[in-house]
């Protein structure tokens, strides 16, 4: 068995490093930490890690993945509170950049995707003591708004 105690970054194959890097910094308020050649590094602002997310771009016109194809679906990014998860909610259709929301149980989730198709999750965990049966059971049901906020 290997000990994986969390993940600790991401890198995705991006067309354009420099709307890439604008994008996230814009969105997340990630900061470029280092650039070398076609790729760049980011973090996330409180992070303890070297990188949060690494960028290496193949160079404008080149082609997404087809919808459906194997690869990865997409990031999940925790939020501290479900006010925070509501204003990234605006600051994704500011944007155009939403693409859907969804209640699951433990979690309350609004998703998202950059320039190039990469698709992102943020989220909000609620404490484990209100899991429920949300703790060995998923669902993806309609996010109430009204309802989760205060």
Known sequence: MIPVRRLNHAVLYVSDLDRSVEFYERLFGFKVIARQG??????????????????????????????????LYHLAWELGSIQELAAA???????????????HGATKSVYGADPDGNEFELMVLLPKEKWGRWEHDVTTSRLHWEKELP
Do not use: C, V
Not at 46 to 56: E, K, P, R
Not at 89 to 103: C, F, I, N, P, V
């Open 89 to 103: 909610r605006e600051e994704l259709l500011k944007l155009g950049a939403m693409s859907g929301e969804s209640d």
């Open 38 to 71: 076609p790729m760049a590094f980011l973090r996330a602002k409180g992070s303890s890690n070297h990188h949060d997310l690494g960028l290496l771009s193949l160079g404008r016109g080149t082609p997404r993945p087809e919808p459906g194809t194997t690869g």
